[in-house]
């Protein structure tokens, strides 16, 4: 089993699928792998050999598991993508995932910053600092595009149209989006270029954000350099750079975009992930008339 595994992990790879998405579907088929051990003596386990109940089992011990509801679709998620490719590269005759329902979660309200926190976590980077305005630009684009901490690290300086006011991302599975970007984020980019050439070294990439030694960023290192000022407007914990993010698609919304339109920006490839943020706006509405309305009391 362990030879197909890796097999259908090259498989993910060509399909484009992400490195850290093919590591979490790696994980939780030798998960799978290693339960499914202690029902075979000889410890190998023949994919011909897996059945319904095998799964079952194991679904009903992650299940026991405190960790269960959300990774536990995951899981099952990775066993259907994983049988099915079995199936259709003949090394199994039927799909016993086919007799498995998903399992259904609760999907968490992301968090997001309010639009007075917002304008103050912009406002906290010193501009009189060649870092405090590479900083600014960083927030300002992350907040004005909805981009992802991955996306904006791995940005290069010609996905910037400043005269059109347009970046190119480069989303999950490789997948291409053009997303606008507002004048205040423009200005704020602007800004940081004749720093960017400060810190630019000879051998320094194109990447449009550089580190204080001219190296290229990566996205524990950007959420590590944006998290002070966040901690500093942060009214709860959990909140990171990816909250920029919720914030721009919740506020859209809440100002009347279209939902379709802000799930191309984010680069959703389904709706249905977007829907979340409508679920959001209607609990702030809600707030606002129990608060506002004179018989929205109890």
């Known amino acids: ?10 498989q993910l790879k060509l399909e484009g699928k992400s ?13 799978f792998h290693g339960f499914l051990k202690q029902f075979f003596e000889s410890g190998e386990v023949p994919v011909s050999a897996i059945g319904v109940l095998n799964i ?7 299940h026991d598991k405190p960790d269960c509801n959300r990774s ?13 490719y079995l199936k259709l590269n003949d090394r199994i005759t039927t799909n016993p995932m086919d007799k498995i329902k998903r399992p259904k979660f609760e999907k968490k309200l992301p968090q997001f910053f309010t639009e007075a926190e917002i304008e103050q976590l912009l406002s906290i980077p ?41 970046v190119r991302v480069v989303g999950k ?11 205040s984020a423009l200005n704020a980019i602007k800004n940081y270029l004749p720093v960017r050439e400060e810190l630019r070294k000879a051998e320094s990439s194109n990447k449009l ?11 524990k290192q950007l959420d590590i350099v944006l998290a002070r000022y966040i901690q500093l407007v942060a009214q709860r914990r959990g ?13 859209m919304l809440a100002r009347g975009a279209d939902l379709r339109a802000i799930q191309e920006m984010l680069g959703h490839s389904e709706l249905s992930t977007t829907e979340i943020y409508t679920h959001v706006t209607l609990e702030d509405l809600k707030k606002a008339y129990h608060k506002g309305h004179p018989r929205g009391k109890e």
């Open 56 to 62: 079952r089992d194991f679904l009903r011990w992650l």
């Open 173 to 183: 599975g490789n997948k291409e989006r053009i997303v606008p970007v507002g004048a």
């Open 1 to 10: 089993m362990q030879t197909e595994i890796e097999n259908y992990c090259r």
């Open 72 to 84: 536990l679709a995951r899981k099952t998620a990775a066993l259907q993508g994983f049988f099915l």
């Open 239 to 251: 909140y990171s750079a990816h909250t920029l993010r919720h914030s721009f698609a919740t506020h």
């Open 126 to 166: 010193d501009q009189e600092d060649k870092l405090g305005i590479r900083n600014r630009a960083i927030l300002e684009l992350l907040y004005s595009s909805g981009l992802r901490i991955s996306e904006l690290a791995g940005l290069i300086l010609s996905d910037l149209d400043l005269k059109r006011g347009l």
């Open 209 to 219: 954000f550089l580190t204080r030694t001219g190296k290229d960023f990566d996205g």
């Open 19 to 31: 490195a850290l998405t093919i590591r979490a579907y790696r994980l939780d088929l030798e998960q």
